[in-house]
């Protein structure tokens, strides 16, 4: 009875073993070697090769294309299969694991005394092939038999299992159709985020750079995704340190994204979505902090981030329902995002795997959703341009406005000014009016009392005292009569004082006048006291004969003025005291009240320059 039971369970193990093998022959290019295969699940990981090949009775047949375990970092997975050539020929086969993310990959030959070939996301490459998904080359000759082992595992990322047999030409075709789609992916992503740079650098509106850096972020973790970063561009050492940041390389898009949105469609007007908002942004940040420090919990670290995609989108649909002109345009690319990042979580969690039924569909939805959202920010230069030039045209409008009520105010207060000033100067005309006649009255009771007066020398000093008063007299007298009197017509009052002082004296001196700029009032005043000084002076001593010529000079370089008195008479001698006493005041004026300097030649006459600078 043990013998038959014996042979029975035998017969078992035999038909279990034939009844999966897969025979090939030189026409077959490619075939499904998963479901066709024996699989056995070491959770206590306690096989080598060594052991697990002779324990037939461990293995189940599987019957299913893909095996997907999510995230599983406690077990291995073992896949026999044997392949039969039925051809007379010696075929070359590649064997490709179709999952570059799981992280250990053991392949056993017969033909190579089971040497294990080792591949995966944390092991060099151990072909030269440049092959994405990690590969292994056998050979069987004609009309054998030959049973493979594979043993997977994956203790950071998820574990997917599918196995194919293909020919050379097949799988080289088929690598590099797929790695040009998968360039022209990264090409048009690449474009679109260089676009935007340059839209950022242009506008420096902050959406653009934290979709730049979304863009560049997602670049990064689909590089990761798809297996191109291994195959081209990262080294095993290199790999294990970025897949130690997984969390952070899965975060960085998704939280630029966040920002993104909360930028773009302006969250603070949404008090209740955007405080929800900024707390997933604060939690995001510490949740990448702790998965970094720790691998206990590393199937549940992308659930947050999960969450806050799905949260974004009800951001964006409540901005929409709100009428947020902004919300429209990425609502669909929101949409779309949203569902190929579900199918990834999906695929990456073991559930469900998008890609066995549609390859391209999440390359191209994330083309598509990139495409949308920079036509949105394109359309939101627009709308900037648009705001502003409403914002310039009431602008102008306002100004517009402003300038006209400015000048209606300055109209009125100009014209109050102007009358103010009418009334200002009418009454300092009145004043100078007033002056004048006062010193009129002086005059010619100085003239009534000199009359009387019998001597000559008090008779003299009178004199001198009028003509003196005149001097100032004929200033008032030429302020009244003009419409500006901040300045004398100098050549008027020069005149009006010298034939005043002609008229006192008997004599048959000529005067000549050079004038040739203007005196401001306070100064007039002072040059008129000089002149009439210096030209009394002369027609009492510089001409015994009463005959001689006097020049009197004005004029003005840059900003001094110089005052020129000179005859041609006798000279003066300094012991006289009358003549001392006159330039004595000449002297006081031009020093005192001009300010300035007073030089007295007395050579051929006597030649009296005066120089002051002008105030500004």
């Known amino acids: 009875m043990f013998v038959i039971r014996t042979i029975f369970l035998i017969l078992i193990i035999y038909c279990n073993i034939y009844a999966n093998i897969i025979t090939i022959d030189d026409q077959t290019k490619s075939i499904n070697l998963l479901k066709n295969s024996e699989v056995y699940i070491d959770k206590n990981r306690n096989f080598n090769i060594d052991n697990i090949k002779i324990l037939d009775d461990l293995f189940n047949i599987n019957k299913k294309d893909t095996l997907s375990f999510g995230y599983s970092p406690e077990f291995d997975v073992w896949v026999r299969f044997t392949l039969e050539n039925n051809s007379d020929k010696k075929l070359s086969r590649i064997i490709e694991y179709n999952n570059s993310l799981s992280t250990n990959i053991e392949f056993f030959d017969p033909s190579k005394n089971y040497q294990s070939q080792k591949d995966g996301l944390l092991v060099d490459k151990i072909q030269d092939n440049l092959a994405i998904n990690p590969i292994f080359k056998i050979e069987i000759n004609p009309n054998e038999r030959i049973t493979y082992y594979l043993k997977a595992s994956s203790h950071i990322t998820t574990l997917i299992i599918n196995l194919k047999l293909w020919d050379e030409e097949s799988f080289y075709a088929k690598e590099i159709k797929h790695q040009i789609i998968l360039s022209l992916f990264f090409g048009a992503m690449l474009i679109l985020g260089i676009y935007n740079l340059f839209l950022y650098f242009f506008t420096r509106d902050l959406s653009y750079l934290y979709y730049v850096i979304y863009i560049f972020g997602l670049i990064i973790h689909h590089l990761m995704y798809t297996g191109i970063a291994n195959a081209y561009f990262l080294s095993s050492n290199s790999m294990i340190i970025i897949v130690g940041l997984a969390s952070l390389v899965v975060a960085i898009p998704i939280y630029a994204l966040g920002l993104f949105t909360k930028s773009f469609l302006q969250t603070k007007q949404y008090p209740k979505f955007n405080r929800i908002l900024n707390i997933f942004l604060i939690l995001i940040p510490l949740s990448i902090i702790f998965f970094l420090f720790t691998e206990d919990f590393d199937k549940y670290r992308n659930i947050l981030t999960m969450l806050f995609l799905v949260f974004l989108m009800i951001v964006t649909l409540y901005a929409t329902i709100k009428k947020n002109k902004q919300a429209y345009f990425i609502l669909f690319g929101w949409f779309i995002f949203l569902s190929s990042g579900m199918l990834m979580y999906l695929s990456s969690a073991g559930v469900f795997d998008i890609a066995q039924y549609f390859p391209y569909l999440i390359e191209t939805s994330f083309v598509i959703e990139a495409v949308i959202f920079s036509i949105a920010l394109a359309n939101r230069i627009t709308n900037l341009q648009k705001d502003k030039n409403e914002a310039n045209q009431k602008l102008i409008i306002q100004q517009e406005n402003e300038t006209k009520r400015l000048s209606n105010e300055v109209s009125l207060r100009t014209s109050d000014l102007k009358t103010a000033l009418d009334e200002k100067e009418l009454l300092l005309k009145e004043l100078n ?179 002051w600078k002008e105030d500004e």
Do not use: W
Not at 515 to 525: F, G, R, S, Y
Not at 533 to 540: A, D, G, V
Not at 550 to 558: A, N, T
Not at 584 to 602: D, M, R
């Open 433 to 611: 009016h007033r002056v004048k006649n006062n010193m009129q009255t002086i005059v010619s009771l100085i003239r009534l009392q000199s009359d009387e007066i019998k001597d000559d020398k008090l008779k003299d000093i009178l004199l001198t005292i009028q003509n003196r008063i005149n001097a100032m007299g004929h200033l008032h007298e030429l302020l009244y009569q003009q419409e500006n009197i901040a300045y004398i017509d100098v050549y008027e009052y020069f005149d009006i004082l010298i034939e005043e002082i002609k008229d006192s004296y008997d004599t048959y001196i000529d005067i000549y006048l050079d004038i040739k700029t203007k005196l401001k009032m306070e100064h007039a005043i002072y040059c008129g006291l000089i002149i009439n000084e210096l030209i009394t002076n002369s027609f009492k001593y510089a001409f015994p004969n009463k005959e001689g010529n006097i020049f009197v000079s004005l004029k003005k370089e840059k900003d001094t003025i110089f005052l020129v008195v000179k005859d041609d008479g006798i000279g003066y001698e300094r012991e006289n005291k009358n003549f001392s006493l006159g330039l004595t005041l000449v002297n006081t004026l031009a020093i005192s009240q001009l300010k300035g300097k007073i030089n007295i030649e007395s050579k051929n006459g006597v030649l009296t320059t005066i120089q």
